[in-house]
C-alpha cells in the first residue's frame, strides 16, 4: 500500500513540475506556440500533383460543376497533366487548400510568395488552320504552268513554283487556307527535238558584231582571215553535237568537254569548248558519261546539259592538232535547253520527281499568296512524311512525327523561335495546328507556359488578398533594387539599408547637404487580379530643413524598363492623404517616430503589372532623412 501511494504522490509531484514548467517558462497552460513565416516558394511538379489530390479542392472542383456541365472539374484535372494552372482551374481558387495540408504548423500572418506556372493555351491564331483544304496539282494544272510545247512535265522546279498560284480557284471566301500538294524538283528539265530547228528564232540573225559572239563558222573564218589569234579572248556559240570522251579532268577540276556544231551551216566537230565551266563560271556537279553521243551533264545549280541544247562559249581561243577550241577554264556565257535527242527526252520523262510538297495559300484580297505569319514560322507536314511513318493523318500523340520533322527541316533554328506544324488530323481530311518552341535543344509545344508569383497570406486561412509584402526591418533590403541618377562625390550612396530602422535616404555627407536623386524600387507586382487594391507603409523624415513634399514622393509604372529615366515608364505620382483639416498627411520632418501612411488607391492599376519606386530628391543645401519600412499592397480587410 505504501509503494502504491507513493507511486501516486511522485506521479502528481511530476505532473506539478510540469505544469509548472509550463507556467513559468512557455506562458501558462494557455500557451499557444506561434510559427510566423515570410516565404518565397515555387511549385514543384510534385505539389501540382498534390494539388489535384487534396479532397479540399476537389469538392471545390465538383461544387463548381452541374449535370450538363462539369468542365470546371475537367480543368481541374488538367492541373496534373499540364503542372500548370489554367484559365478556368486559377491558382487563388486551389492553392490555399494546399498550403493548409502542406505547412499545418503555420501561424495567423504567415506569408507566401508563391511562383507558378499558367497554361494560357494554345496560340489563338492556330485555329484559323482548321478550316484549311486540300488541293492537288492535277495533270492539266502542271501542263497549264508549263505551257505548250512544254507539257507532260508533272512537277514544278525553282522557274516554275511562282507560277503555281495561277492555276488556284479563281474565287475563294477571304482568308481561305489552302494545303496545296503538288510534286517537285530542284533541277529544270529539256525539251525538243534533235537537229536545232526548235532554236528560237533571231537568237544567232545579224551580224558577230550585233549579236556579240561569232558562230563556229565566222570564228574559223576571222583565224583563217587573220583576225582572230591563239590567246585572243573570244565568244563562240554553237549546238552542243557530240561530247569529248569523259575528261580525266572532271574530277579534278569539275569541268567538261564538248563539240559544238554550226547552226547555220550544219557543220559539226568544227569548234571544240575544252574543260569548260557553266554559266556564271559555276563547277559542274555531275558528268553521267555513257558515249560521245550519250552523256548528261548537271551543274552546281542544277541544270541539265544535253546534246541539242544551244550555248555560247567564252575564253581563249586556241588551235590543237588542228582542232580549234576554246581553250581550257573557258565558260558558257548563254544556254538554251531546246533541243535534246530523243534518247535524252525519253530519258527526262522518265525521270521522277524529288518528292510531294505541301505549301500553304491563303486567299486576301482577290488573289492567292503564300501564307505568312510574323510570329511563327508555319509549314505543312509534306505528303512523303505521312507515307513515311504508315499514317495517313496524325493523332495529337503523334508529336513526335512533327518535331522529327521541325528538326530536320530547320537544323540551325535559333531558340526561342516559334515554328507551327499544319497536318492532316483526321481520316476525313481534316486539319489541325500546333506550335512549337524551340528550346535549344528540342522542339517543344507551346501551351502558353506563363509565369506567376502571387502573395498568400494566413489569417484565418489562406487567401491571396496580398500582392506584395516585405517588412524590410530585420529582413534586408530583398528584392528592391536602387538606381542612382544623381549621387557625386563625396557621397557614395543614397539609398541604404539599416537593421533597426529600415531602408533609409540621405543626402547629408562631411556635415554638408548634397545635391542628389535616387530612386528605390519593388520587383515587379502584378495586379491582373486586383479588385481594389491599397498600398501602405511607415515612414519617418527627420533633420529636415527642407520641404519633405520636394523630397520625397513614390510614384508608379506599368512600363518599368528597368532605367528609371526612361521616358517610356510613364511614371505616375501618388497622391498622399489628406487629414480631416485639409493637411497632407505626411511626417513633420522633425522626429524619427514612423507614422503610417494610411491607404493609398491603387485602383487606376488594376489589371496592370507595376512597379512603386520611392523617389530621393535633394537640390543641396537642404536635406534632411527618409526611412521607410512595412511595404504592403493588398485588398481593403474585410
Known amino acids: 500500500m505504501k509503494k502504491i501511494l507513493f507511486f501516486f504522490a511522485s506521479v502528481l509531484l511530476f505532473a506539478s513540475c510540469e505544469n509548472f514548467y509550463i507556467d513559468q517558462n512557455l506562458g501558462g497552460s494557455e500557451y499557444d506556440p506561434t510559427d510566423v513565416r515570410t516565404i518565397d516558394y515555387t511549385l514543384t511538379d510534385a505539389d501540382y500533383k498534390s494539388i489535384v489530390s487534396n479532397k479540399s479542392n476537389i469538392a471545390l472542383a465538383l461544387a463548381e460543376c452541374t449535370p450538363e456541365d462539369s468542365s470546371a472539374y475537367t480543368a481541374f484535372l488538367q492541373i496534373a497533366n499540364d503542372l500548370a494552372f489554367n484559365k478556368v482551374a486559377v491558382a487563388d481558387?486551389?492553392?490555399?487548400?494546399?498550403?493548409?495540408?502542406?505547412?499545418?504548423?503555420?501561424?495567423?500572418?504567415?506569408?507566401?510568395?508563391?511562383?507558378?506556372?499558367?497554361?494560357?493555351?494554345?496560340?489563338?491564331?492556330?485555329?484559323?488552320?482548321?478550316?484549311?483544304?486540300?488541293?492537288?496539282?492535277?495533270?492539266?494544272?502542271?501542263?497549264?504552268?508549263?505551257?505548250?510545247?512544254?507539257?507532260?512535265?508533272?512537277?514544278?522546279?525553282?522557274?516554275?513554283?511562282?507560277?503555281?498560284?495561277?492555276?488556284?480557284?479563281?474565287?475563294?471566301?477571304?482568308?481561305?487556307?489552302?494545303?496545296?500538294?503538288?510534286?517537285?524538283?530542284?533541277?529544270?528539265?529539256?525539251?525538243?527535238?534533235?537537229?536545232?530547228?526548235?532554236?528560237?528564232?533571231?537568237f544567232f540573225d545579224g551580224t558577230s558584231d550585233s549579236r556579240g559572239f561569232y558562230t563556229t563558222s565566222e570564228a574559223i573564218a576571222a583565224v583563217d582571215a587573220g583576225m582572230i589569234a591563239k590567246d585572243d579572248s573570244i565568244k563562240v556559240g554553237g549546238i552542243i553535237?557530240?561530247?569529248?570522251?569523259?575528261?580525266?579532268?572532271?574530277?579534278?577540276?569539275?569541268?567538261?568537254?564538248?563539240?559544238?556544231?554550226?547552226?547555220?551551216?550544219?557543220?559539226?566537230?568544227?569548234?571544240?569548248?575544252?574543260?569548260?565551266?557553266?554559266?556564271?563560271?559555276?563547277?559542274?556537279?555531275?558528268?553521267?558519261?555513257?558515249?560521245?553521243?550519250?552523256?548528261?551533264?548537271?551543274?552546281?545549280?542544277?541544270?541539265?546539259?544535253?546534246?541539242?541544247d544551244t550555248v555560247v562559249g567564252a575564253g581563249k581561243y586556241t588551235i590543237y592538232n588542228g582542232t580549234h577550241e576554246l581553250n581550257t577554264n573557258c565558260y558558257l556565257t548563254e544556254w538554251r535547253p531546246v533541243s535534246a535527242p530523243a534518247a535524252v527526252a525519253a530519258k527526262?520523262?522518265?525521270?521522277?520527281?524529288?518528292?510531294?510538297?505541301?505549301?500553304?495559300?491563303?486567299?486576301?484580297?482577290?488573289?492567292?499568296?503564300?501564307?505568312?505569319?510574323?510570329?511563327?514560322?508555319?509549314?505543312?507536314?509534306?505528303?512523303?512524311?505521312?507515307?513515311?511513318?504508315?499514317?495517313?493523318?496524325?493523332?495529337?500523340?503523334?508529336?513526335?512525327?512533327?518535331?522529327?520533322?521541325?528538326?530536320?527541316?530547320?537544323?540551325?533554328?535559333?531558340?526561342?523561335?516559334?515554328?507551327?506544324?499544319?497536318?492532316?488530323?483526321?481520316?476525313?481530311?481534316?486539319?489541325?495546328?500546333?506550335?512549337?518552341?524551340?528550346?535549344?535543344?528540342?522542339?517543344?509545344?507551346?501551351?502558353?507556359?506563363?509565369?506567376?508569383?502571387?502573395?498568400?497570406?494566413?489569417?484565418?486561412?489562406?487567401?491571396?488578398?496580398?500582392?506584395?509584402?516585405?517588412?524590410?526591418?530585420?529582413?534586408?533590403?530583398?528584392?528592391?533594387?536602387?538606381?542612382?541618377?544623381i549621387c557625386n562625390e563625396p557621397m557614395s550612396y543614397v539609398w541604404y539599408y539599416s537593421a533597426a530602422y529600415g531602408m533609409c535616404a540621405s543626402a547629408f555627407k562631411n556635415d554638408v547637404s548634397w545635391e542628389s536623386e535616387s530612386w528605390l524600387i519593388t520587383p515587379m507586382i502584378d495586379l491582373s487580379r486586383a479588385k481594389m487594391p491599397e498600398f501602405s507603409f511607415d515612414h519617418a523624415f527627420n533633420k529636415a530643413e527642407g520641404d519633405f513634399l520636394n523630397e520625397c514622393s513614390v510614384w508608379v509604372s506599368t512600363s518599368y524598363t528597368g532605367n528609371v529615366t526612361d521616358a517610356a515608364n510613364n511614371w505616375v505620382q501618388l497622391e498622399w492623404n489628406t487629414l480631416e483639416d485639409g493637411t497632407l498627411d505626411v511626417p513633420a520632418g522633425v522626429s524619427w517616430t514612423f507614422q503610417p501612411t494610411g491607404k493609398l488607391d491603387m485602383s487606376q492599376f488594376v489589371g496592370e503589372k507595376i512597379h512603386i519606386a520611392f523617389r530621393y530628391k535633394t537640390v543641396g543645401g537642404k536635406s534632411g532623412t527618409w526611412e521607410i519600412r512595412n511595404l504592403l499592397l493588398s485588398e481593403p480587410e474585410n
Open 241 to 308: 553535237s557530240r561530247w569529248f570522251r569523259k575528261s580525266s579532268a572532271f574530277d579534278k577540276y569539275h569541268s567538261v568537254s564538248f563539240f559544238v556544231m554550226d547552226p547555220v551551216t550544219g557543220q559539226e566537230h568544227e569548234f571544240e569548248f575544252y574543260n569548260c565551266y557553266s554559266l556564271d563560271k559555276d563547277s559542274f556537279a555531275t558528268f553521267e558519261y555513257t558515249d560521245e553521243m550519250n552523256a548528261i551533264c548537271f551543274d552546281v545549280d542544277g541544270r541539265e546539259f544535253h546534246l541539242g
Open 93 to 202: 481558387v486551389y492553392v490555399p487548400a494546399f498550403l493548409g495540408a502542406k505547412f499545418p504548423q503555420l501561424s495567423k500572418g504567415s506569408l507566401f510568395n508563391i511562383t507558378y506556372k499558367t497554361c494560357e493555351g494554345a496560340p489563338a491564331y492556330l485555329s484559323t488552320f482548321a478550316s484549311t483544304t486540300k488541293y492537288t496539282l492535277s495533270t492539266e494544272d502542271y501542263d497549264a504552268i508549263w505551257g505548250e510545247g512544254k507539257t507532260g512535265t508533272y512537277y514544278l522546279t525553282p522557274a516554275t513554283i511562282m507560277q503555281l498560284t495561277s492555276v488556284l480557284p479563281a474565287e475563294a471566301e477571304e482568308g481561305a487556307i489552302l494545303a496545296v500538294v503538288y510534286d517537285y524538283k530542284d533541277t529544270e528539265p529539256s525539251f525538243g527535238g534533235g537537229n536545232g530547228n526548235d532554236e528560237p528564232k533571231g
Open 348 to 485: 527526262k520523262a522518265a525521270a521522277a520527281a524529288n518528292g510531294k510538297k505541301t505549301a500553304l495559300y491563303q486567299y486576301s484580297n482577290g488573289k492567292w499568296t503564300a501564307y505568312k505569319n510574323e510570329a511563327a514560322t508555319v509549314v505543312a507536314i509534306p505528303e512523303d512524311v505521312y507515307s513515311a511513318v504508315g499514317f495517313t493523318y496524325l493523332l495529337d500523340k503523334n508529336k513526335d512525327v512533327m518535331t522529327t520533322f521541325l528538326a530536320q527541316e530547320f537544323p540551325y533554328a535559333q531558340a526561342g523561335k516559334a515554328f507551327n506544324v499544319v497536318y492532316v488530323s483526321t481520316k476525313e481530311g481534316a486539319y489541325n495546328a500546333i506550335e512549337f518552341i524551340y528550346d535549344g535543344a528540342t522542339f517543344v509545344e507551346n501551351l502558353g507556359m506563363s509565369q506567376t508569383t502571387t502573395t498568400f497570406s494566413l489569417s484565418d486561412v489562406w487567401g491571396s488578398t496580398i500582392y506584395y509584402k516585405q517588412y524590410i526591418m530585420g529582413e534586408g533590403q530583398g528584392k528592391l533594387t536602387i538606381q542612382d541618377v
